[in-house]
């Protein structure tokens, strides 16, 4: 039998300001228990939360650390509703669907928040974020926003004209905004830690270093790992971006695509806040969007592009140092301390996909791109089904969800194309 290597987290500003965690053992043994969740990121490790405050004993499966994808590498931005907004849903997929989503669109933020304070998570969070426009056409479209999220009952939006800006960031090339303060930012990589250790309080047990390499369907389901297997009576599949080939029939409804992020050596304390007053997180309205935020130590942290297919680390510097000095000239003089990419779930409707396969296993992937938050809410539904309370799951789940035109050969071309057009079009700003 091959041996495993193990796998440590990559170079990152998270990776190098983790509060302490164990290392946790490879499963090497035969296990049974109420649910074994794939993926120690945060869809399984809210499910599993979720769950074990109920009383279910759940294993989770991790293949590499704690976090060790997407949940540990984003932005860290607490960013509400959907990549598509509820006008969206509505239009595709009519008014029931959009008033069920709406309905639960503004809560991951808000599971986010009671897990912080339920269990003392220390992840540096945050209040409120904010979309820059940089035209008058997208600060229409932001103005839209805050009508259609009022409609579902958000409270807490502000619009930002032009001359109130210098409260926000110090850059000019925005004509507004629209500030959430239902938004955040935190430590992204700290705050999977913390609910993985709050999860373990309960009784709970993570492997590390413990691939899935076969499932046996069933009643029970038994998932196997190279040294172990774990019989349940439900399993939940939460890899994501990196559940690979293992259920095909999830791949090809979905793209694992990169993005990229910097951070800067810490800046000083009077810079640092010049740069963002209300120290919230920003993203733009552009297709390829840039995000940023300051860290708790005073570095920028600055993130941008959508690249279908990973980049070399050693590029992401020069792909992402120009789009950080446009916006702040001012940090001409300032190094990067680090730099790394991750890679988050696609999918072709850039809705989530959740749903069953068989009667016992269950999955949620496809965040594309607004994963913080939907996440966190997924847990709580998967929750609720393998509990028997299945009414907000079955409203994601019964979204149609569509393989990728072109298969694995062509996806990646066509989507590369597609993000070329939207890319111009940003640039040309319509």
């Known amino acids: 039998m091959a041996v495993q290597q193990a796998v440590d987290y990559p170079a990152s500003y998270y990776a190098a300001s983790a509060n302490p965690a164990p290392a946790r053992a490879m499963l090497q043994s035969s296990l049974q228990a109420d649910v074994c969740v794939i993926g120690a990121g945060y869809t399984g490790l809210s499910t599993a939360l979720h769950l074990a405050e109920q009383g279910y004993q759940v294993v989770v499966l991790e293949a590499a650390r704690v976090g060790w994808g997407a949940s540990g590498r984003n932005g860290g931005q607490i960013v509400n509703s959907y990549s598509r907004d509820m006008d969206v849903i509505e239009r595709r997929h009519g008014p029931v669907a959009a008033q069920a989503l709406g309905a639960m669109a503004f809560e991951g933020g808000q599971i986010i928040r009671e897990r912080i304070s339920k269990y ?16 008058s056409k997208q600060m229409t479209e932001l103005a839209a926003k805050k009508a259609l999220w009022e409609r579902y009952g958000h409270t ?19 004509v507004g905004a629209l500030l959430d303060n239902w938004g955040g930012h935190i430590h992204p990589l700290n705050l999977a830690l913390g609910e993985a250790a709050a999860f373990e309080s309960l009784g ?12 046996s369907q069933g009643d029970p389901v038994v998932v196997h790992t190279e040294a172990g297997q774990v019989s349940c009576r439900f399993l939940v599949i939460a890899g994501n971006a990196y559940l690979g080939d293992l259920v095909p029939a999830l791949a090809e409804k979905s793209l694992p695509c990169g993005t990229q992020v910097v951070t ?13 007053p209300g120290d919230h997180c920003i993203e733009d309205c552009n297709f390829l969007l840039d ?3 300051l860290t708790a130590d005073n570095r920028l942290l600055y993130g941008g592009g959508t690249v279908y297919g990973a980049r070399d680390p050693g590029e992401i510097e020069s792909l992402i140092r120009p789009k950080m000095l446009a916006t702040f000239p001012q940090l001409a003089g300032y190094k990067i301390e680090y730099s790394w990419t991750g890679n988050f779930s696609l999918t072709l409707s850039r809705l989530p996909q959740a749903g069953r396969l068989g009667s016992n296993i269950y999955y ?15 847990g709580r539904l998967l929750a609720e ?32 194309l597609g993000a070329w057009w939207y890319g111009m079009r940003d640039r040309l700003g319509i």
């Open 120 to 135: 003392d998570i220390q992840c540096d969070l945050k209040q409120g974020n904010v979309f820059t426009a940089f035209t």
């Open 264 to 276: 800067t050596e810490p800046l000083p304390v009077d810079l640092a806040r010049s740069l963002l």
């Open 204 to 215: 709970g047990q993570i492997f590390e270093q413990s691939a899935v390499v076969r499932i």
């Open 385 to 416: 089904a393998i509990q028997g309370r299945s009414d907000r799951f079955d409203c994601f789940a019964q979204l149609p969800h569509y393989p990728f035109p072109g298969g694995r050969l062509l996806r990646v071309p066509m989507l590369t």
């Open 156 to 174: 807490g939006l502000e619009l930002i004209d032009h001359t109130d800006m210098a409260n926000i960031v110090a850059s000019d090339r925005y």
């Open 364 to 378: 949620s992937q496809g965040c594309s791109g607004h994963g913080v938050t939907y996440t966190h809410l997924a």
């Open 291 to 293: 995000y940023y935020r």
